[in-house]
């Protein structure tokens, strides 16, 4: 990997920030392939049993922000891995809900702790404060990044309801 130097520090800093999104995404999924997830099957996984009764595939997207085609094909794969299943929300409708099986449970636990060991090594060299501060500055891009998009951000309908962390 070559260090690059850039005359602008805006671009400096974008360039920066992919390139640190694409190693910790990197270093991801290397520690979730030792207990054969993938990070999007994690969050999946995650989310799903964080919310109290099942969700559909377009709450999942919209959660993950990720186009919902995008995320077909996960939910698909994983279906067809046995960690989920996807059954008829209401007898006669097309939206489905999707539920963790007991492979996808066992998988959850062992993925949590993963992601949780990454993100601490990442993270380690700051400094409490300067984690807070890094997380101020990142949504500060993000709500520009929503903005440009033209993203409508609505707080989540109550039936999307939380469970208490666990």
């Known amino acids: 990997m070559y260090e690059r130097q850039f005359s602008d520090p805006v671009f400096a800093a974008w360039i920066q920030l992919g390139r640190t999104y ?7 999924e290397q520690e979730l392939l030792k207990v054969n997830l993938t990070p999007s099957y ?3 996984l995650w989310t799903c049993d964080d919310y109290d009764g099942p969700l559909t595939a377009a709450e999942l997207s919209r959660l993950s922000v990720r186009e919902m085609h995008t ?3 996960v939910l698909t794969r994983m ?3 046995g960690l989920i299943t996807r059954t008829p929300k209401r007898k006669g409708q097309p939206l489905r809900a999707i539920q963790l099986t007991a492979k996808g449970e066992a998988l959850l636990r ?3 702790r993963a992601l949780l060991a990454v993100v ?3 993270l380690s060299s700051l400094s409490e404060e300067e984690v807070e501060q890094f997380r101020k500055l990142l949504q500060k891009v993000q709500q520009k990044g929503i903005e ?17 962390t666990k």
Do not use: M, W, Y
Request: charged fraction near 25%; glycine fraction near 10%.
């Open 42 to 44: 994690l969050f999946v």
């Open 110 to 112: 062992p993925g949590k």
């Open 22 to 28: 694409r190693i910790c995404n990197r270093i991801l």
């Open 79 to 81: 279906e067809r891995d």
């Open 71 to 73: 995320f077909s094909g």
């Open 120 to 122: 601490a090594h990442g």
């Open 148 to 164: 440009r998009l033209g993203f409508t951000v609505t707080p989540q309908p109550a039936a999307l309801k939380r469970r208490p």
